[in-house]
T-cell receptor, first 111, second 113 residues
Framework: GNSVTQMEGPVTLSEEAFLTINCTYTATGYPSLFWYVQYPGEGLQLLLKATKADDKGSNKGFEATYRKETTSFHLEKGSVQVSDSAVYFC??????????FGDGTTLTVKP | DTAVSQTPKYLVTQMGNDKSIKCEQNLGHDTMYWYKQDSKKFLKIMFSYNNKELIINETVPNRFSPKSPDKAHLNLHINSLELGDSAVYFCASSPGGMGGELFFGEGSRLTVL
């Protein structure tokens, strides 16, 4: 079956530090890839997505590139802020429309 | 207007009781889901409905029964609640197609005492 493996947390960074959260996947066919963010006490919301190989998704300073050759979709941000503290989920959606989520990575940004 | 709304937001109850969580979406999506998030934030799909028909039913105890009266609503009824049912339950919806992302509700935190 499909699976998503993302970097274990928690991750703690200082404000303005560079962020990378690794995500790799296993899937048949050509899935769409997503990063969702969950702020404290809220539901998940889409952060960015990419639907085909070499696509780059970007939003709020975050970026991720769909790398088919390495089956990866790593999340990056050049300069994190305290307000970026949240849980980040990597996910894929298969050709059949089924979504698979990673285990989530908790990010804490300190002033 | 809230796109995916679920009620109640908090639910505290005793073991053995029966409870329901309701979900409604006003996005016109065909597919709705229930997810369970445990204390470690792991997210696990429970059920998925497409146009009122059950299409995904993961390994979930029979005590959990989803009901979809129409494609905008998906309710979750839980019988004989157990301590291990304590979690946050999220409703979500999505449009058709592979590229469609999930739209989540704010969650319903269930605590079983």
């Amino acid at each position: 079956g499909n699976s998503v493996t993302q970097m274990e947390g928690p991750v703690t960074l200082s404000e303005e530090a560079f962020l990378t959260i690794n995500c790799t996947y296993t899937a048949t066919g050509y899935p769409s890839l997503f990063w969702y963010v969950q702020y404290p006490g809220e539901g998940l919301q889409l952060l960015l997505k990419a639907t085909k190989a070499d696509d780059k998704g970007s939003n709020k300073g975050f970026e991720a590139t769909y790398r088919k050759e390495t089956t990866s979709f790593h999340l990056e941000k050049g300069s994190v802020q305290v307000s970026d503290s949240a849980v980040y989920f990597c996910a894929l959606r298969s050709n059949a429309g089924k979504s698979t989520f990673g285990d989530g990575t908790t990010l804490t940004v300190k002033p | 207007d809230t796109a995916v709304s679920q009620t109640p937001k908090y639910l505290v109850t005793q073991m053995g009781n029966d409870k329901s969580i309701k979900c409604e979406q006003n996005l016109g999506h065909d597919t709705m889901y229930w997810y369970k998030q445990d204390s470690k934030k792991f997210l696990k799909i429970m059920f998925s409905y497409n146009n009122k028909e059950l299409i995904i039913n993961e390994t979930v105890p029979n005590r959990f029964s989803p009901k979809s009266p129409d494609k905008a609503h998906l309710n979750l009824h839980i019988n004989s609640l157990e301590l291990g049912d304590s979690a946050v339950y999220f409703c979500a919806s999505s449009p058709g197609g592979m590229g469609g992302e999930l739209f989540f509700g704010e969650g319903s935190r269930l605590t079983v005492l």
